[in-house]
Nanobody, 121 residues
Framework: QVRLVESGGGLVQPGGSLRLSCAAS????????MGWYRQAPGKERELVAT???????IYADSVRGRSTISRDNVNTTVTLQMNSLKPEDTAVYYC???????????????WGQGTQVTVSS
């Protein structure tokens, strides 16, 4: 099994910054995709950013240019730095792991429990 611990959410003023982190632990051999999704009230969950094992990244148009995703393969941690935050960034942010290879040879995908980000003055 894999345990995900998300941190870094909270209340931030428009124009501010925050840093979300997700640490994975457990019977992990490797993780192909690590990323962040978000879900605002009344809306579907959407991709924010992902990074693969080769450090290739994908960003949503809405955050590109003001966000940076990075990963630490040794510590199996993914981090999302978001700057110039806007009220429309308000959502629950979820850590996502895809194609997790376990030490027993099985593959799985995982969602974190979510962390609230509120951008408001």
């Amino acid at each position: 099994q894999v345990r995900l611990v998300e941190s870094g959410g909270g209340l931030v003023q428009p124009g501010g910054s925050l840093r979300l982190s997700c640490a994975a632990s457990g019977s992990i051999h490797s993780i192909w995709h690590m990323g962040w999704y978000r879900q605002a009230p009344g809306k579907e969950r959407e991709l924010v950013a992902t990074i693969n094992k080769l450090n290739s990244t994908i960003y949503a148009d809405s955050v590109r240019g003001r966000s940076t995703i990075s990963r630490d393969n040794v510590n199996t941690t993914v981090t999302l730095q978001m700057n110039s935050l806007k009220p429309e960034d308000t959502a629950v942010y979820y850590c996502r792991l895809e194609r997790v290879l376990h030490t027993n040879g099985y593959w799985s995908d995982y969602w974190g429990q979510g962390t609230q980000v509120t951008v408001s003055s």
